[in-house]
């Protein structure tokens, strides 16, 4: 069972089924599905709409495994067009989500955490990890011979689970973090919890004692290093941890000429999707002669650039 199956089904019992659930399979077609989509953006969230039509997909997915049986072929949200995609496109976009523009700033601020939460946020930028998935990494799961990180659990509420998609994937050391992790398995020895809980007593309850860090210590230690680097503004962001990590890692692989079905990979995203969103990142997103497609070659000298004097009045400090 994946992590989100509850999820789904609350969403089938409360908008799927509903909609759905008296249709034959071969009465769901575009039309139906962006009648679906638009009648429901109406009142919830695109995210969540989009779960719904990716619920929908996944039952003619299972549909088509046995078309004998259900005699459907063909699952038409897999051809949506791009007009009905755009109505459940989720709010979140890169484009406008900020991050640590400048690797040295990583490093600033690890430099102002302890151990491990120094390590942990360091796997999560330079990993790419999801915040369960940096708390669930065992000792085993990391192969320093291979610079390999063997993703398959995360940590929600004190406890392991599955992972979001409930499939595990292997992602690459980067040299600045290879360090850590090889100090951290000194550490903890070659099984185990890479991240154990730091508390005296442990943590979680009484019925069920957790054996990892919390999460809420550990984005406490992670306000306070914000603070200490001079950058309080980054507690205003909507999601300060996650773009200090994954979302920062993920820049800079598009920005540094990172291939994005090789992030999406990584990231854990089952298409490229998700991932083409940091395509504007790409140092190879125009060729050379594109800065100059409209320029009229020769035929058009380039305008000058007007004298610029500095003024005291409006010197940036």
Same mark, same amino acid.
């Given at each position: 069972?994946?992590?989100?199956?509850?999820?789904?089904?609350?969403?089938?019992?409360?908008?799927?089924?509903?909609?759905?659930? !008296?249709?034959?399979?071969?009465?769901? /077609?575009?039309?139906?599905?962006?009648?679906?989509?638009?009648?429901?953006?109406? /009142?919830?969230?695109?995210? #969540?709409?989009?779960?719904?039509?990716?619920? *929908?997909?996944?039952?003619?997915? %299972?549909?088509?495994?046995?078309?004998?049986?259900?005699?459907?072929?063909?699952?038409?949200?897999?051809?949506?067009?791009?007009?009905? @995609?755009? *109505?459940?496109?989720?709010?979140?976009?890169?484009?406008? #989500?900020?991050?640590?523009? +400048? *690797?040295? %700033?990583? $490093?600033?601020?690890? &430099?102002?955490?302890?151990?491990?939460?120094?390590?942990?946020?360091?796997?999560?930028?330079? &990993?790419?990890? @999801?915040?369960?998935?940096?708390?669930?990494?065992?000792?085993?799961?990391?192969?320093?011979? #291979?610079?390999?990180?063997?993703?398959?659990?995360?940590?929600?509420?004190?406890?392991?689970?599955?992972?979001?998609? %409930?499939?595990?994937?292997?992602?690459?050391?980067?040299?600045?973090?290879?360090? +850590?992790?090889?100090?951290?398995?000194?550490?903890?020895?070659?099984?185990?919890?890479?991240?154990?809980?730091? @508390?005296?007593?442990?943590?979680?309850?009484?019925?069920?004692? =957790?054996?990892?860090?919390?999460?809420?210590?550990?984005?406490? +230690?992670? &306000?306070?290093?914000?603070?200490?680097?001079?950058?309080?503004?980054?507690?205003?962001?909507?999601?300060?941890?996650?773009?200090?990590? @994954?979302?920062?890692?993920?820049?800079?692989?598009?920005?540094?000429? &990172?291939?994005?079905?090789?992030? !999406?990979?990584?990231?854990?995203? =089952?298409?490229?999707?998700?991932? $083409?969103?940091?395509?504007?990142?790409?140092? %190879?997103?125009?060729?050379?002669?594109?800065?100059?497609?409209? =320029?009229?070659?020769?035929?058009?000298?380039?305008?000058?650039?007007?004298?610029?004097?500095?003024?005291?009045?409006?010197?940036? $400090?």
């Amino acid at each position: 069972m994946y992590r989100s199956s509850g999820d789904d089904a609350s969403r089938w019992k409360c908008h799927v089924k509903p909609w759905f659930g !008296a249709k034959r399979p071969a009465e769901i /077609d575009h039309a139906e599905i962006r009648r679906f989509a638009e009648a429901k953006k109406k /009142d919830l969230d695109p995210a #969540t709409v989009g779960h719904c039509i990716r619920l *929908l997909s996944r039952i003619f997915g %299972d549909l088509i495994e046995r078309p004998k049986e259900t005699g459907v072929s063909i699952n038409p949200v897999r051809t949506l067009p791009r007009s009905t @995609r755009r *109505l459940y496109r989720p709010k979140h976009d890169p484009h406008a #989500t900020p991050f640590l523009e +400048r *690797l040295e %700033d990583v $490093e600033r601020l690890a &430099g102002h955490l302890v151990e491990p939460f120094a390590t942990m946020y360091l796997t999560g930028a330079y &990993g790419l990890l @999801r915040t369960g998935e940096v708390l669930g990494l065992f000792a085993e799961d990391v192969d320093l011979q #291979t610079r390999r990180m063997r993703i398959q659990r995360q940590v929600q509420w004190g406890q392991t689970g599955p992972l979001k998609d %409930d499939e595990s994937r292997t992602v690459p050391i980067q040299g600045p973090l290879l360090p +850590r992790l090889a100090a951290s398995k000194l550490v903890i020895g070659p099984t185990g919890p890479l991240f154990p809980t730091t @508390r005296r007593n442990g943590g979680g309850t009484r019925r069920a004692p =957790s054996r990892f860090v919390s999460i809420h210590t550990l984005h406490e +230690r992670f &306000g306070e290093a914000v603070k200490a680097i001079g950058r309080p503004d980054i507690l205003e962001w909507k999601m300060p941890w996650y773009q200090c990590t @994954r979302h920062t890692g993920a820049s800079h692989w598009v920005a540094a000429g &990172g291939n994005i079905a090789t992030l !999406a990979a990584i990231m854990g995203h =089952s298409t490229t999707w998700v991932t $083409e969103r940091y395509a504007h990142l790409r140092p %190879d997103m125009f060729a050379a002669e594109d800065y100059d497609r409209l =320029s009229g070659g020769s035929r058009l000298a380039p305008t000058p650039l007007p004298e610029i004097t500095a003024r005291e009045d409006i010197r940036r $400090e």
